[in-house]
């Protein structure tokens, strides 16, 4: 007897079907539409910085990317929750509370790269060669050696 594996299903149709992943689907789809209810109620500069953690007993649980945003959600918090109890889905909503919670994921500020001409920094090394202060002609020379380097 051959091992026949079962024909390969869309991950779509797995997660209708198998019952563990198609409760995961549903609370993922809930959240999602809670998002964007919830975001019809916020500013557009804070919609980037409050997500939807969880909703149940009357509490919704705001998960806020820093605490300037969250000190902003605060002083808005009583509007929020009055324009948000007029929505269906939020009609038994109690109180809202926020977590502060980073990004995990750190956008990248890219590399800094010094453009330098050869004439600037032959105009950086003689004024180097000026100044009596250790650090600062060791700083100045430093920078002139940037002259004509490859990014990097």
Not at 141 to 148: N, P
Request: aromatic content about 6%; glycine content about 6%.
């Amino acid at each position: 007897m051959a091992f026949r594996p079962l024909p390969a299903r869309a991950p779509g149709v797995l997660l209708r079907e198998a019952k563990p992943l198609k409760a995961l689907f549903s609370q993922a789809q809930r959240l999602s539409h809670l998002q964007r209810l919830f975001e019809s109620q916020l500013q557009p500069a804070a919609r980037e910085h409050c997500y939807v953690a969880s909703w149940r007993e009357g509490c919704l649980l705001l998960i806020v990317t820093d605490g300037h945003w969250a000190t902003r959600l605060r002083y808005q918090q009583k509007r929020l929750l009055r324009d948000l109890q007029a929505l269906p889905e939020f009609a038994n909503l109690t109180r809202i509370q926020f977590k502060v919670q980073p990004p995990t994921v750190q956008r990248s500020t890219g590399s800094r790269s010094i453009d330098l001409s050869v004439q600037s920094a032959e105009n950086i090394q003689s004024t180097a060669e000026g100044i009596t202060d250790p650090g600062l002609r060791a700083a100045l020379e430093r920078l002139a050696a940037h002259a004509g380097k490859p990014k990097g």
